[in-house]
């Protein structure tokens, strides 16, 4: 089955700063790659998703990219604010019916 | 409003002793999940359904029953809950190829 990896477990960074965080996934059949924030006591929320026919997609602060050659994803945060400070997991699937998750970063903002 | 309805959303049990953790979504969403979320293992997935009548063990489904006699609920049983499945478990909803939406979490403590 898929098997995702996440690193780094931690990441603290000063406010401003950009911060990138990265998964590589196993199965070449993989093609939907979310990117999930979690907030200390809540629920898991899509920030941003990439599919396999795109390379890069960006949404304002945040931008995800993907090189299914190497079959690895990153997620990258810029100008990063208090708020952004949570656990984020990446995840992989085939479409969206089993998705597998990466252990997850807990990113500190540091003001 | 479209949700993801879990319960309870804490509960204590004492070992062997069979419970029911209820999920509903409000969203005819054909795909249904539930994970359960340890530290420093982020999210697996225990099992999973694609359509009512239909389902699949996921990474850890040892312990567990799921049923789908209805579109929008997905129970997760335990039908003799043991210490080690002390966790915080959640409930997910999704179209195919979109994004998942979680329920609020459900805290079990098991002694």
Redesign the interface.
Known sequence: GENVEQHPSTLSVQEGDSAVIKCTYSDSASNYFPWYKQELGKRPQLIIDIRSNVGEKKDQRIAVTLNKTAKHFSLHITETQPEDSAVYFCAASIRNEKLTFGTGTRLTIIP | EAQVTQNPRYLITVTGKKLTVTCSQNMNHE?M?W?RQDP??????IY?S?NVEVT?K??VPEGYKVSRKEKRNFPLILESPSPNQTSLY?C?S???????F????TRLTVV
């Open positions: 795909y999940s994970y420093g293992l982020g999210l697996r997935q999973y694609m699949d996921g990474d959640f997910a999704s179209h195919r190829d979109t994004e998942a979680f329920g609020q979490g």
